[in-house]
């Protein structure tokens, strides 16, 4: 019964492969996030989908592609992984888009990836 | 320099202790600010939420303050638990944008 599931947990791979992370709500949440946490643990937003449309694009190479088949699910792809890529990705997903008080955010577990 | 900074970095307070975590921001305009427990492991969890206009916000042994004339926060921990060993991140909304402080990470000792 858990809210946002992601998967892999753990994620290994060497440098120049591509690899996906997938998300899933079961809250029926209207928006999903993807988040990168670093070795300094800063959190920062890469993207966030609204009913499968994209409304935040934060300044993220492009080899990182999410994409949402249905308002539930947010899978994030990234190509030609390099080693500073290697970090904790956070799928999150909320009622509404805005950012306001009531919008309350829930983090799934997470997916720690390790390039080498 | 980051908008949101947190301290201390890190602290260790004995099992039963009250201890009391700092967030200053830059942000502005400012819409809210939240306080999330991040486990080891594990997502981050929303504690408080508060608006300009709150100057306090309660959720069980959590308390969270906001001074939006000083740009400042801080969360007061009440008779501290082993589970209450965490990170705790304090994050604030500007409009469309959310900026997260790096965490002050809490060590509670039996």
């Known amino acids: 019964d858990t809210a946002v599931s992601q998967t892999p947990k753990y994620l290994v791979t060497q440098m120049g492969n591509d690899k996906s992370i997938k998300c899933e709500q079961n809250?029926?949440?209207?928006?999903m996030y993807w988040y990168k946490q670093d070795s300094k643990k800063f959190l920062k937003i890469m993207f966030s989908?609204?009913?499968?449309?994209?409304?935040i694009n934060e300044t993220v190479p492009n080899r990182f592609s999410p994409k949402s088949p249905d308002k539930a699910h947010l899978n994030l792809h990234i190509n030609s992984l390099e080693l500073g890529d290697s970090a904790v990705y956070f799928c999150?997903?909320?009622?509404?888009?805005?950012?306001?008080?009531?919008?309350?955010?829930?983090f799934g577990a997470g997916t720690r990836l390790s390039v080498l | 320099k980051n908008q949101v900074e947190q301290s201390p970095q890190s602290l260790i307070i004995l099992e039963g202790k009250n201890c009391t975590l700092q967030c200053n921001y830059t942000v502005s305009p400012f819409s809210n600010l939240r306080w999330y427990k991040q486990d080891t492991g594990r997502g981050p969890v929303s504690l408080t939420i508060?608006?300009?206009?709150?100057n306090t916000k309660s959720n069980g042994r959590y308390t969270a303050t906001l001074d939006a004339d000083t740009k400042q926060s801080s969360l007061h921990i009440t008779a501290s638990q082993l589970s209450d060993s965490a990170s705790y991140i304090c994050v604030v909304s500007e409009g469309d944008k959310i900026i997260f402080g790096k965490g002050t990470r809490l060590h509670i000792l039996p």
């Open positions: 508060m608006t300009f206009s709150e």
């Open positions: 999150a997903s909320s009622q509404y888009r805005d950012r306001g008080p009531k919008n309350i955010q829930y």
């Open positions: 809250l029926g949440h209207d928006t």
């Open positions: 989908y609204n009913n499968k449309e994209l409304i």
